[in-house]
């Protein structure tokens, strides 16, 4: 870790959910770290959700008041008050090879729009996705009317082992990162939690040398190489932790209050 990170003025805080935020556990948010969110922004520190989520699927840290809100990994940020700062689509040539692609191998998959989520079919991956998120299963696209124009984001049902060699045959026009060895997120080309964070930088006149982020899964990377102080959860995957300057103890044991102290910004 870089020490001299220690003693920086920090302006925003950008937060993962699931594994950062939310305990996969318990299901809930830790205690401690919705009375150290408060705090923060008790000290004006903008602090900004981060996520793989739609904005709609949000329900479970409702309890959290944010400045702002990065969702689809920064394929979709808006702020506070519903003013959309930056909305991009995957290439609707990716969605057409990927429903093509679905139909002939069976690979199951989550079509991600603005204000719907919509599935391939009940596969056990796919239906293993939403129970564990605690959401409702979405309905199926329409094989004969799909809106392959609006897609903001996909989950693709594949293997690790499997990914790059899809995303260069079937999404060449997009990026995919994983948090989870069940799925990828698939995201439009130049689009990651990095571009999202520094969109809220610029609409908060923030620096970047002002920012410090939190997170646990592969989607998380850019992100934490990118602001001043990379958190990693105890909880996160090796790659993740090796991308970050500091590791915190896992969700479910006061990880984000641990860092928040570590670091000054909390007593």
């Known amino acids: 870790m870089n020490t001299d990170k220690k003693n920086n003025t920090i302006k925003a805080v950008f937060f993962d959910i699931d594994g950062t935020l939310f305990s996969l556990k318990s299901k809930t948010i830790p205690e401690s770290t919705q009375k150290a969110i408060k705090k923060l922004r008790e000290q ?40 959309v700062m930056s909305k991009q689509a995957i290439h609707p040539e990716d969605i057409q090879n ?25 596969a056990p991956k796919v239906l293993e996705l939403y129970t564990n998120l605690n959401l409702k299963i979405p309905p199926l696209y329409d094989k004969n009317n799909a809106d392959i124009d609006d897609v903001l984001q996909v989950n693709v049902f594949i293997d690790p082992q499997d ?22 997120d698939v995201n439009p080309g130049g689009i990651s939690k990095q571009k999202g964070v520094k969109n809220f930088c610029d609409h908060f ?5 002002q920012t410090m982020a939190f997170g646990d899964g592969g989607n998380d990377i850019s992100m934490l190489k990118y602001v001043k102080i990379g ?17 915190t103890d896992d969700v479910d044991n006061n990880g984000v209050e641990k860092a928040l102290k570590y670091f000054g910004l909390l007593d």
């Not at 309890?63 to 808006?78: K, P």
């Not at 990914?163 to 990828?184: C, G, I, Q």
């Not at 006149?205 to 040398?209: H, T």
Request: overall charge negative; hydrophobic content about 40%.
């Open 44 to 83: 004006d520190i903008k602090v900004i959700v981060a996520t793989g989520r739609s904005i709609n699927d949000l329900d479970h840290v409702k309890a959290i008041e944010f400045d702002g809100f990065l969702t689809f990994n920064g394929g979709y940020c808006m702020t506070v008050d519903g003013k």
């Open 98 to 122: 990927l429903i093509n692609y679905s139909e002939q191998t069976n690979v199951g998959f989550s079509l991600m729009y603005e204000d719907k989520v919509q599935i391939s079919h009940a």
């Open 163 to 184: 990914e790059e060699t899809f995303m260069e045959k079937v999404m060449p026009n997009s990026l995919s990162s994983r948090w989870t060895d069940l799925f990828a």
């Open 205 to 209: 006149n923030i620096d970047i040398s």
């Open 231 to 247: 958190v990693a959860m105890g909880n996160a995957s090796e790659n993740v932790k090796q991308a970050a300057d500091y590791v």
